[in-house]
């Protein structure tokens, strides 16, 4: 999901755009790595899609969100990808021919504001291993929450809710589209279960 914070100082993210293609180099097709938002609206053309996992990361709903997912008054969250453990989740391979095209176009998306730290991860496959870009989230950020205790979660489900709909659908969403790759997540499937639990969803 992209990132929404207009109350946060905007960082370089042509220079950054630039750094990402050199370190790619040109020469192979660019992999991205989808944890959330990505596998279920990727909203960019690729040729070929893996379930990959990394470690050193690991998903967690513990991004604000200010304007996509909940409001200045009511911020909600999104998942970002968060140092420590290891993540699940799906590789797309972009065509080096589409790669710088296709590439700005999911910065636009991801970078409107360069809150995250894109970072070329070994990924695994069943294929093999390959290197994937990834949008993470530093500790440090002012969008990073942290983990939150569950009745400020609780709340946030309840109530937040942005342009793009609420962070509850934003879960639910995301948890199927796991299940659907075959992902089991125990993070995710707590935070819905605590949900149903609070009669928040079916």
Known sequence: MSADFSTLAVRDTSSMLSEAIQAWGGQDDLWVFGYASLIWRPEFESAEQRPAAVHGWHRALEMRSRINRGTPECPGLVFALVSGGSCRGMAYRIER???????????????????????????????????????????????????????????????????????????????????????????????????????LTA
């Open 97 to 199: 021919r589409h790669a710088a095209e296709q590439l700005e176009r999911l910065w636009l998306r991801e970078m409107p504001t360069g809150v995250y730290d894109p970072k070329w991860l070994a990924c695994r496959t069943a294929a093999g291993r390959i290197n994937a870009l990834a949008f993470t989230l530093s500790r440090n950020s002012p969008a990073h929450t942290g983990s939150l205790p569950d009745p400020q979660m609780l709340e946030i489900l309840r109530c937040a809710n942005g342009r793009f709909g609420s962070t509850l659908d934003y879960l639910l969403e995301t948890a199927h589209s796991l299940r659907g790759c075959g992902i089991r997540d125990r993070d995710v499937e707590r935070l819905v279960a605590l949900a149903r639990q609070h009669a």
